[in-house]
Nanobody
């Protein structure tokens, strides 16, 4: 199983980046899918997710209104559009797919302990 993330880079504050994560072998429609990020010295945190139950999207408060997650089922690919980027958004971004517990939020970090993970792509927001 492979999740291949791409699209990271260096961007100035206020700028935008689009991340992609393509999946092979698994079908992302069968899983809760999520973007996580891990800043230096910090724990990995969930940024956004799409429920495999109802397709609902969730975002952590820090990115609401600035980030948009989507997927293309035909291409078996998930995306994260990031706008109005801030220095505190600097992190390695990971995509993940997991069959989470019934009733659980797809933003719950502990639900992804046995998830499929992408390799990470670095986003640096700096002037």
């Amino acid at each position: 199983v492979q999740l291949q993330a791409s699209g990271g880079g260096l961007v100035q504050p206020g700028g935008s980046l689009n991340l992609s994560c393509s999946a092979t072998i698994i079908t992302i429609d069968w899983y809760a899918i999520a973007w996580f990020r891990q800043a230096p010295g910090k724990e990995r945190e969930a940024v956004s997710c799409i429920s495999h139950v109802d397709g609902g999207k969730s975002y952590t408060d820090a990115v609401k209104g600035r980030f948009t997650m989507s997927k293309d089922s035909d291409k078996n690919t998930m995306f994260l559009q990031m706008t109005d980027l801030k220095p505190e958004d600097t992190a390695v971004y990971y995509c993940a797919a997991e069959t989470i517990s019934a009733g659980a939020s797809c933003l719950t970090r502990e639900e992804y302990n046995r998830a499929y993970w992408g390799q990470g792509t670095l986003v640096t927001v700096s002037s």
